[in-house]
């Protein structure tokens, strides 16, 4: 029935349960454990309270045992130390005897420890009329007496023994003695003695033979005799009576002792009951505890195997489901608890993993199918990429072979450039020397026509035509011979700005294309065009200066003419040289240019090789990636 109702429970519940009981348990315990706590208080405290008054009652006897012994002791040896040792343990006995008083738990020998204490104050009191005589401290007074006694016997008899008188002297010193003895005590003892005295002992006085003053000695001797007689009488009543009451008084003390032991005996059976009461409220308190643990323990254990198991079951159910064993057995629980959610959660697992399997199969068909399709199709385009690739591949193989010819040639133009621009500077030097060398007979020219022109002003000045005629045809042969070798020269110069002008369009038909790109066509056209200049300014030169082979009268105009000649062959010859300058910097500007083309042609033949090497590092990898798709 229990297990049918647990099982009936959730797993919370049964939590619940247990956590209640475990609440309970320990309640019950706390209260278990209180009242034995209680209980061996109580117990406790009366152990503890009989405990004390049986030590007190057994200190009580020990003590009045010893205050007996110093009191026979300090009789019979008379020590001050006795004395010490009854005064120490009658404070002790009072102090008990209070204590005793002051216990709850000793009412019933409240009286006789008041009885006790009173006793006791009342023999201390007693004992010390004995051992404090006259307020001369614990001395012994007695034997202080006897002492004194005897010196004085000792003394009247050796008076007497001088005159043969000594045993007399003797019997009557004994008969005051014994006399002494039996008055002792009594109020008329004194008396008694002194008459003892003049019948025993004055008439062996009077009839010694003694003068009066040793007479008069011996009788205060006597005197002084007869007085510690009656002292040690009456000390010895004292101690006596005082001996009597101190008896008196222990006898007294004795029922309340035998009362305290008695006590005592009882206290030590009370003591022995609360002993054995711990123990019960100890037995008492282990076996409710056990009692506690027990029933808490079975019950802990029905709810925890009431959950464990079907944990258990539900565990192997889900560690055979992880394992792959769709069968496992799960049990049913139809209880809407955290177990019954478990195990519908492990039988929708199981149904699903067994749907997701079934799908995956499936999946995995399709995922063959699909990839023998997928692996043809990755086939055909790979081999239509492989040919495209290897086309393009091929194309751009071929742009870089280009590429690097092209950068060689235009290498070999840039050197071919370079060695013309060395065949242009000298060409330009050779210009620049003949246009010197053309400077120089136009200079030469025009100071001829200027001395021509001095002569013939010379002759017009002189007057006389004839005369000037005359010697005008006398000087103009000189005169034509070097004008004729002037032009000898400025011909020769013309048919070198020829030759320079036709070698510049040659090195520029040689450089391609009439010298595109590198300058040479505009160096030739400018040689040719300063060279035809040069060559019609040389005709107009030769026409004018046959003008001034005409008629000796045509001299003064003709010079003028040739002077105006000379001027613009100087004219153009600064224009040469001017062209020359422009043909100077030209070179300058060609040179530079060819020295950045070559450097142009290294850098286009550098990243041709570049650029193949890349073509063929693209080939590879294309052809491995081709490799992979087709595996």
């Known amino acids: 029935m229990t297990s049918r109702f647990l099982n009936n429970l959730s797993v919370g519940a049964r939590l619940n349960i247990l956590v209640g009981l475990a609440l309970a348990a320990i309640a019950g315990a706390a209260l278990l454990f209180a009242a034995a706590d209680r209980k061996l208080e109580v117990a406790f405290e009366e152990h503890s309270a009989s405990t004390r008054i049986r030590e007190l009652s057994y200190r009580i006897e020990v003590g009045i045992s010893r205050l007996r012994s110093h009191q026979s002791a300090f009789l019979v040896n008379g020590k001050a130390d006795e004395v010490e040792g009854y005064e120490r343990e009658s404070a002790k006995l009072v102090a008990f005897l209070q204590t005793l008083a002051s216990i709850p738990e000793a009412d019933e020998v409240r009286s006789r420890a008041d009885t006790l204490s009173d006793g006791i104050a009342e023999h201390a009191t007693e004992f010390r009329k004995i051992a404090d005589t006259d307020g001369m401290g614990p001395a012994t007074r007695g034997a202080t007496l006897e002492r004194l006694i005897q010196y004085r016997t000792d003394e009247i008899e050796a008076r007497f023994a001088d005159m043969g008188l000594h045993t007399r002297a003797a019997g009557a010193l004994a008969i005051l003695r014994s006399e002494s003895e039996l008055v002792a005590g009594r109020p008329e003892a004194a008396a008694d003695l002194d008459r003892k005295r003049r019948e025993v002992f004055d008439p062996l006085v009077w009839r010694a033979p003694l003068g009066e003053n040793e007479r008069a000695t011996i009788s205060v001797t006597m005197e002084a005799y007869v007085a510690a007689l009656v002292e040690l009488g009456e000390w010895r009543e004292v101690r006596r009576t005082t001996v009597a009451r101190l008896a008196e008084i222990i006898d007294y003390l004795t029922p309340g002792v035998e009362a305290l032991a008695d006590y005592r005996r009882d206290v030590a059976n009370a003591v022995v009951a609360a002993e054995a009461r711990r123990g019960e409220a100890r037995s008492l308190m282990l076996i409710g505890a056990g009692v506690v643990f027990v029933v808490f323990a079975v019950l802990g254990v029905g709810l925890v195997v009431g959950v464990s198991g079907p944990i258990r079951s ?100 840039a050197g071919e450039a370079s060695s013309r621009v060395g065949e242009i500077n000298v060409a330009s030097g050779e210009t620049n020397a003949n246009l010197r060398e053309l400077a120089g007979v136009a200079s030469t020219l025009q100071n001829a026509a200027e001395a021509i022109s001095q002569r013939i002003s010379h002759i017009g000045r002189n007057g006389e035509g004839g005369k000037g005629s005359e010697r005008a045809i006398v000087v103009w042969p000189a005169i ?69 082979l005409a008629p000796i009268d045509d001299i003064a105009g003709a010079v003028d003419s040739q002077g ?68």
Do not use: C, Y
């Open 314 to 413: 539900l565990a192997f159910a889900a560690r055979d489901l992880a394992g792959g064993n769709r069968d496992a057995f799960i049990a049913e629980r139809a209880t809407p608890d955290e177990l019954g959610d478990i195990s519908r959660a492990l039988r929708h697992t199981r149904n699903a993993l067994i749907d997701a399997e079934n799908r995956e199969r499936v999946g995995i068909d399709r995922e063959r199918a699909t990839d023998q399709l997928s692996k043809d199709a990755k086939l055909a385009l790979a081999d239509a990429i492989e040919q495209r690739i290897a086309a393009v591949a091929g194309g751009l193989a071929a742009a870089a072979s280009e590429l690097s010819d092209l950068a060689v040639a235009l290498g070999d133009m």
């Open 480 to 548: 034509e011979k070097e004008v004729g070798q002037r032009l000898t020269e400025i011909t020769n110069v013309a048919v070198r700005a020829r030759l320079m002008a036709l070698n510049g369009v040659i090195a520029a038909k040689r450089n391609g294309g009439e010298g595109k790109g590198l300058g040479f066509a505009d160096i030739a056209q400018t040689t040719k065009e300063i060279a035809n200049r040069f060559s019609a300014d040389m005709v107009d030169f030769q026409t004018r200066i046959s003008d001034i």
């Open 564 to 631: 105006a000649a000379a001027r613009e062959i100087m004219r153009n010859a600064e224009s040469v040289v001017a062209g020359t300058l422009q043909m100077s910097n030209a070179v300058s500007r060609i040179t530079r240019n060819a020295g950045e083309t070559e450097k142009v042609a290294h850098e286009m033949r550098a990243k041709a090789d570049t650029a193949a090497r890349q073509s063929e590092l693209l080939l590879g990898e294309i052809t491995e990636i081709l490799a992979q798709i087709r595996q």
